[in-house]
Nanobody, 124 residues
Framework: QVQLVESGGGLVQPGGSLRLSCAAS????????IGWFRQAPGKEREGVSC????????YYTDSVKGRFTISRDNAKNTMYLQMNSLKPEDTAVYYC?????????????????WGQGTQVTVSS
């Protein structure tokens, strides 16, 4: 059974950092496309950063370029999102997602497997 469990969210001040983790079980993450998405109150879910199963290409939405980094540790079967220089507009529930078929990058409807989400709040 495919399962994704996020952790690492929380409350952070503007300019701070967080690292989100997404532990996978029931499958080998190495062979899957992975992605991080977020949904702010009253807004649609959007793709933040995604990477293909071959780790190339890598996509970042414009608003996080230079601040966020996506990665995976195949030995731990875990994916990460390092978030630096956080801004209040980054506040959202963050979700990890995977798909075995290299879907269109960061298209929400194209990913089959999702975690439960973790809240990130950026506020002073």
């Amino acid at each position: 059974q495919v399962q994704l469990v996020e952790s690492g969210g929380g409350l952070v001040q503007p300019g701070g950092s967080l690292r989100l983790s997404c532990a996978a079980s029931g499958f080998t993450l190495d062979y899957y496309a992975i992605g991080w998405f977020r949904q702010a109150p009253g807004k649609e879910r959007e793709g933040v950063s995604c990477i293909s199963s071959s780790d190339d290409p890598i996509y970042y939405t414009d608003s996080v370029k230079g601040r966020f980094t996506i990665s995976r540790d195949n030995a731990k079967n875990t994916m990460y999102l390092q978030m630096n220089s956080l801004k209040p507009e980054d506040t959202a529930v963050y979700y990890c997602a995977t798909d075995p078929l290299n879907p269109p990058m960061c298209v929400v409807s194209a990913y089959d497997y999702w975690g439960q989400g973790t809240q990130v709040t950026v506020s002073s």
